[in-house]
């Protein structure tokens, strides 16, 4: 607990995996790419799942669980999608372990167990969805269908980061079926903006709303929607995607309906997920050289109470005060940890706390119990004031909400500083090098000249934003004429 | 819909089969053994979840998350938790599809993406949680370690049924880490209890607690203790297991830590689970041949409340009233559907809630606005009677707790007069086969005699009860003595 993080100046990314471990957030497993999710880390987690879903109820939609393996003529009969994922697909062979005959007390596959056919764990569940679907509509009465499943996922990505990208994660996926075009275009924007809502009131990180070009859309889908973040070290992430896959799923696994016209017609789909890198732009947005810092609203404990004391009178009385303050904090909706250990000094507790991003952290000894007052710091500004214990539910109250807009209004004036306007390659270039963040410039609307920029810069394009205005330009990179803007970045 | 559902007297195992089915719990999936589970069901379970979840955290428990595979090295090194579950592990062997050369538009396992070493879809997280326990633990001062997990795991069952047994299924598992045998054993006993009032407070489902023998025993366990009830078929349905285990996972993984005076010692460990086989046991003790029965503690909506009307103007007025009375019924905490969908007549309607089992049902016509009054219908006892809508917050209050109880007590007089002491294995047998429940008899205690009857009998003993007493009498196979009765029973 004594040695200082790596600064963010230092090496930003050895910043953050110190970080993720040293705050108790996940580490790194015995099986490769794979994390476990500590129970500091996870209890963040449970409270963005906690609105989601309650964001996800409010929108109609219900949950639901479909299995975790995809046969694999299922697997493939969506092509663009099981191209999209192939290359990254976990596969059960065998159902079946055995003695090992050369090996006393080893196990090995059992040659006689191998499966018919082949399952892919799931690397996202639109197959095995859209195949079970089609036994579930037949009439436009049977639609919309509108249904989440929170799960794991896995993707056996190559280089992976805690996080960020691993190859076992969780989240939760949207899969919805509409009788129309219109409507699941409608859902499919209207998930991008529940996920832009969660992310900027509860995570308190800006995105930008944008859709993507083809070559970043998601396999199989006729538009992606998402949301875009930018972390302090000017490299964007992608924080949500919401797709509308047009009629795609429905001819693959032949889901029809009869309209209300009585004709037959293939179902309109939609998908959305979110994952557990929401940590990872959680840590990577607010977080400082100190450690942690969590937005109120999704910290397991929003007040940490730590007590001063030389002997067990004193701390016997300062329990006593503690125990009021507690309760009256805790009515008001606030959570509150009163960390009485006997086996660490304050000290050693305030590190801890602040390393682990508690928003407030009321210290109390005898003489604040004199003074009727008690220490209050704060984690984002590292300030700390006296203030009096009468009517200290509205003082934290009020501050949590403070403590709460302060953070998203920090990110976005970093966001708003890290949009630059370019109008050359040259130009281009020098920005992503020294002042990186994104970069807003005209593009001729070519693969060929995404993937050419990307090869020279590793900048991608981030989005479509839903508010580029119409403009004439010429493409900062083929000089060909442009309608309008786009954000480029490199991103995680 | 219209067709009835088979009766239990019938065909016990169809009727179950059929009423998931049709009451939309649950229906297989494309993948052998893998079950899908619909919104309805989902939402049953996610009310387990809920409550469990809270009484787990109100007894110190955190929730985490550990990776979905275990490396076989792994999973092989608690010799006798490997041995009990080799023979039922889907296993990763390959990281990649390729395009098939020899069907176009078709893929195939790569065969140079094998993976060096298997992966083990855990069955079971004992193996890859104390593998990592063993970079958490040092002193005294890092235990207890009291995490649990909500997660899926799998078993590659070769019969297989919705909800009792299935390849994949949901499930919470808990894994403490303890200083001391004595404090390893007090969880294991509590989480036993957490689990008996779970089962019997909101799932009304009366158990029995008690210790299983030796064969019966979790693979790896010194103990396991369980919580067994009661089928309307007569036959049993272990609910939940919490495992005493001694050293032997901290001895498998060598996870020590160093004690208060200073040695070096063992950790102590326990694990306990419940899964969605509890939703099996929640359609069996409570159903009926009109379908679902729940317990208004578990049921997604307690009331549904359906408009009897000949047209617009009716129906608007009927809005009006059930607006009211919704808002009351859920401002004192009872969920509320009102069905006014106008694709289905009263009739239709009154069925599927029927089937699905909703609580409480009130139909609301014209004339009832005219009498101030609603038809009130109790889905356990299929009862009707006109209520008062004044004060109708208050009666519906206190019926769904009259058919929480109810139900309860009508499992438990059913339990009761199925539990059947005998003393020859005559008797035994007799009663096994023609009454059926549970069998109060006098065993050896000896694996071989368990053995015989099992497979004379196809009855396995269920536990040794915690409150069976002890008294001396005759194996009633063997005629030797023992010293207590235990519990026999056919079970799923």
Redesign the interface.
């Known amino acids: 607990m004594s040695k200082k993080l790596t600064k963010r100046s230092e090496d930003y990314s050895k910043w953050y995996n110190e970080l993720v471990v040293r705050a108790d957030l996940a ?1 790194n ?3 490769r790419g ?6 500091y880390g ?2 963040i ?2 409270k963005m799942q906690a609105e989601l879903d309650k964001m996800f109820k409010a929108t109609g939609h ?11 003529s ?3 009969a969506e ?1 663009k999608n ?1 191209e999209g994922f ?14 090992d005959p050369d090996n006393k ?3 090995r ?1 059992d040659p006689e167990a191998r499966l018919e056919e ?4 799931r690397p996202t569940s639109e197959a ?1 969805i859209w ?2 679907y089609r ?1 579930w509509i037949q009439s436009y ?1 049977d639609l919309p269908i509108l ?1 989440n499943q929170w ?2 996922v ?1 993707r ?1 990505e190559m280089r992976t980061r805690l996080f960020l990208r691993t190859a ?1 994660f ?1 989240w939760q996926e949207g899969h919805t079926a509409h009788a129309t075009e219109a409507e699941a275009i409608a859902e499919t924007e209207q998930m991008n903006k529940v996920y832009a809502d969660f992310v900027e009131n509860f995570m308190a990180i800006p995105v930008i709303k944008g859709v993507k070009t083809e070559s970043e859309r998601f396999a199989g889908a006729i538009d992606t929607h998402c949301i875009e973040a930018l972390m302090q070290d000017g490299k964007a992430l992608q924080a949500g995607t919401s797709h509308f896959l047009g009629q795609n799923f429905a001819k693959a696994f032949d889901v029809k309906f009869t309209n209300k016209e009585g004709k037959q017609d293939h179902v309109w789909a939609t998908s959305w997920g979110v994952s557990t890198r929401l940590m990872g732009a959680l840590i990577m947005t607010h977080s400082d050289d100190q450690g942690l810092v969590l937005p109120p609203n999704l910290a397991p404990n929003q007040v940490v109470i730590v007590p001063i004391y030389k002997n067990d009178e004193q701390l016997a009385e300062i329990t006593n005060a503690v125990n009021t303050i507690k309760s009256s904090l805790e009515s008001n909706g606030i959570s509150v940890k009163f960390d009485n250990r006997d ?1 660490l000094r304050p000290g050693a507790k305030f590190a801890q706390h602040e390393l682990q991003g508690v928003p407030l952290r009321i210290a109390i000894g005898p003489k604040d119990l004199e003074n009727g007052t008690v220490e209050l710091a704060r984690r984002d500004t590292l300030t700390k004031e006296n203030v009096s214990i009468e009517g200290i539910e509205n003082t934290i109250s009020n501050l949590l909400e403070t403590i709460q807009n302060d953070l998203y209004n920090k990110a976005l004036r970093f966001r708003e500083n890290h949009i630059t306007e370019v109008n050359s390659f040259e130009e281009f270039k020098t920005v992503l090098e020294t002042k990186t963040g994104f970069i807003s410039a005209h593009w001729d609307g070519t693969a060929e000249t995404e993937h050419k920029i990307k090869e020279l810069t590793k900048a991608t394009i981030r989005c479509v934003p839903y508010d580029s205005k119409i403009e004439d330009g010429l493409c900062v990179y083929s000089g060909k004429p442009s309608k309008q803007r786009v954000l480029f970045a490199k991103a995680y």
């Open positions: 580490e497993s015995a099986v794979c994390m476990v999710i500590k129970p996870y209890a987690w449970e219900q949950n639901a669980y479909f299995p975790l393996f995809v046969p694999k299922l697997f493939e092509e099981a192939a290359k990254e697909c976990a596969v059960v062979t065998h159902y079946r372990l055995q003695n007390g080893k196990l596959v082949e399952l892919v764990v095995i195949n079970t036994g009465r249904i799960a794991n896995v056996w076992e969780l086996t």
